[in-house]
């Protein structure tokens, strides 16, 4: 079955740095990538997708694009910000044999100290 | 507009009680999603309902139901409840089931099973 497998965190970055966070995705079908954040405190809110192969997502200074040639879509931002703290998941929709599912990963939460 | 509401916040069951967890959907949404949030890790999908009609479903046992209605607010049930089913419960709506469609996240009803 599908499956998102995202790098564990925490992550820990200083501010201005360049963040990566690897998001790699297995799917029997054509999935829809994602991007959701959750700040302290707040509920899961978007933060950018990708519909399909070589689309690039982006919002904030988040980019994304969709790889179907390596299953990948790693989240990047040139210089992260303290605001950026918060717990970012990686996230597919896809339609298998049985129907509809959305699959998270774990989560990797970012520091970004000032 | 009116974003994705949740009743109640919170809720403690005992072991072999019933639960029903109710979601009000984002205004002009048709599809809605029920998901499980254990501390610290991804949200889990237990399934989707689209216009009334179950279309997709994740890996919980059937004592996990769900319900949409026609103004497309829902509920789900959990009968016979288990210490481990005491996680954040998050119901997510869209504009329609395709998957390509951003979710957009209630607060979630945090459940505690003793």
């Known amino acids: 079955g599908d499956s998102v497998t995202q790098m564990e965190g925490p992550v820990t970055l200083s501010e201005e740095a360049f963040l990566t966070i690897n998001c790699t995705y297995t799917a029997t079908g054509y999935p829809s990538l994602f991007w959701y954040v959750q700040y302290p405190g707040e509920g899961l809110q978007l933060l950018l997708k990708?519909?399909?192969?070589?689309d690039k997502g982006s919002n904030k200074g988040f980019e994304a694009t969709y790889r179907k040639e390596t299953t990948s879509f790693h989240l990047e931002k040139g210089s992260v910000q303290v605001s950026d703290s918060a717990v970012y998941f990686c996230a597919l929709s896809d339609w298998e044999t049985g129907g509809f599912k959305t699959i998270f990963g774990a989560g990797t939460r970012l520091f970004v100290k000032a | 507009e009116t974003g994705v509401t949740q009743s109640p916040t919170h809720l403690i069951k005992t072991r072999g009680q019933q639960v029903t967890l109710r979601c009000s959907s984002q205004s002009g949404h048709n599809t809605v999603s029920w998901y499980q949030q254990a501390l610290g890790q991804g949200p889990q999908f237990i399934f989707q309902?689209?216009?009334?009609?179950?279309?997709g479903r994740g890996n919980f046992p059937p004592r996990f139901s769900g319900l949409q209605f026609p103004n497309y607010s829902s509920e789900l049930n959990v009968n016979a409840l288990e210490l481990d089913d005491s996680a954040l419960y998050l119901c997510a709506s869209s504009f329609d089931n395709t998957g390509r469609e951003t979710q957009y996240f209630g607060p979630g009803t945090r459940l505690l099973v003793l």
């Open positions: 990708a519909t399909k192969a070589d």
């Open positions: 309902y689209y216009r009334e009609e179950e279309n």
